[in-house]
Structures are given as C-alpha cells and as structure tokens.
C-alpha cells in the first residue's frame, strides 16, 4: 500500500500520515527524515545533499526523488509506506512514478486532506509553542491549564513566527501554486481521494481507513 499524502499547510496531513503508519504498520516517511537520516549515516546522498543545505539552498528534484527512491526500497517498506511533504510539484511527481516504474512499482493512493484557506490561517493562529521544552498546544483545540504557561515545565508560551497569519497566507500562496496542481494530476491518475479535513481528527482518520479498507 503505497501512499502519498495531500493538502495544505496545517492542514493536518502529518498527524493522519502517522495515524496510517500506525494502523497498518508501514513507515511513515518525510523527506526532513530522510535527509537527516542519510546526512547523519555519512551516505554518498546525504553528502550531496548537504552540500545543497550548508549554502541554504534547495535539494535538486532530482537528488530527492534518488532519496525518496532510495529509502522506499529499504526492507521496512515491504508492505507499503506513507509519504509526507513529497512530491510537491509536478516535475517530482513524474519523476517519483518514473522511478516507482522502473521498479515494477507505482502509487497506490494520493490522499488529500481538503481544508479552506481561512480554517487553516484561523488553525494555525491558534498554535502556540513553548519556549522552554518545545510542547506545542492550541488556544481552542488543546489550551494549556494555564493561560500562555506550557504544563510540562512551566515556561511561556509563544505564537511562532511561521504561524503568524501573514506567513502562513505566504506558505498558502506557495502550495497552490507549486502544489496544488498535483490534486489533478493524480485524479488524471486515478488514484486520488479526497476526505474533509474540517471535521475532528478521527472522523478523518476514519473516513481515510474506509478509503484504504481494514
């Protein structure tokens, strides 16, 4: 069961991504992962990729589908995966399918957690980070017992700069126009499913397990 997951932003994709992997005992895979994973373990990938990284710039398309290509290959990805946060333009998307090919393989399911502009910014205005220990929580959804004091140390708690609503309007303007393509490129695939991201977290877990059968 080869999975790629879709949406934007905070829209809550990594939280079900990891749900699945959970579920049906598959790896959940981030391209971040991967990078550290291969920079960390000296590999010639990880080299490459660094030498991208160390002068802030971007990992070619390239390079990261022969990672991606790379750690999906790997034994633990056997019975399928969860990829997260990749592909996220076209080009890397006919790149990963040409790859997957070669391979005999190809991407079973595209999930895409659907969720309005205006949910999101409103979402993600509600985060709140500690400084201390790093907790996350939400002024709605996960308050802390104590106004702006994280529960686990006690520290103060901050708005990050990336979920102030300018950013995250300027990260919503990237994806749709980088991203968002590829929700008709994997409908013309076949292999798109759409579930409604507004709703509580295991009402979308559970509609994206009816998707993938139990």
Same mark, same amino acid.
Do not use: W
């Given at each position: ?6 949406? #934007?932003?905070? #829209?809550?994709?990594?939280? !079900?991504?990891? +749900? ?16 550290? #994973? ?9 080299? +490459? ?7 802030? *710039? ?6 990261? &589908?022969? *990672?991606?290509?790379?750690? &999906? !290959? ?15 333009? $076209?080009?890397? %998307? ?8 070669? *391979? ?5 399911? @595209?999930?895409?957690?659907? &969720? ?12 709140? @980070?500690?400084?201390?220990?790093? #907790?996350t929580y939400h002024v709605e959804y996960n308050a802390p017992q ?5 529960? @686990? ?5 901050? *708005? ?19 991203? !968002? ?7 013309? @695939? ?9 709703? %509580?977290?295991?009402?979308?877990? !559970?509609?994206?397990?009816? $998707?993938?059968?139990?």
């Amino acid at each position: 069961m080869k999975i790629i997951m879709l949406g #934007a932003p905070g #829209a809550g994709k990594g939280t !079900q991504a990891k +749900k699945i992997a959970e579920k049906y005992g598959i790896p959940h895979i981030s391209t971040g992962d991967i990078f550290r #994973a291969n920079i960390k373990n000296g590999t010639e990938l990880g080299k +490459k990729a660094k030498t991208y990284m160390d002068q802030g *710039l971007l990992v070619p398309d390239e390079l990261v &589908v022969d *990672l991606v290509v790379d750690r &999906v !290959q790997q034994s633990d990805c056997q019975k399928g995966y969860v990829l997260d946060g990749f592909p996220r333009t $076209i080009p890397q %998307a006919e790149s990963l399918d040409a790859a997957l090919e070669k *391979l005999g393989e190809k991407v079973d399911f @595209a999930i895409n957690v659907e &969720v309005p502009d205006e949910n999101i910014i409103s979402r993600m205005g509600g985060r709140r @980070a500690c400084v201390g220990c790093g #907790a996350t929580y939400h002024v709605e959804y996960n308050a802390p017992q104590k106004e702006n004091v994280c529960d @686990a140390c006690g520290e103060g708690l901050i *708005l990050r700069d990336d979920d102030k609503p300018e950013t995250v309007k300027k990260r919503l303007d990237v994806y749709h126009e980088q991203t !968002q393509p590829l929700i008709e490129y994997y409908g013309r @695939a076949g292999v798109l499913k759409e579930v409604d991201g507004t709703v %509580a977290m295991e009402d979308v877990f !559970q509609a994206i397990v009816q $998707i993938l059968g139990a």
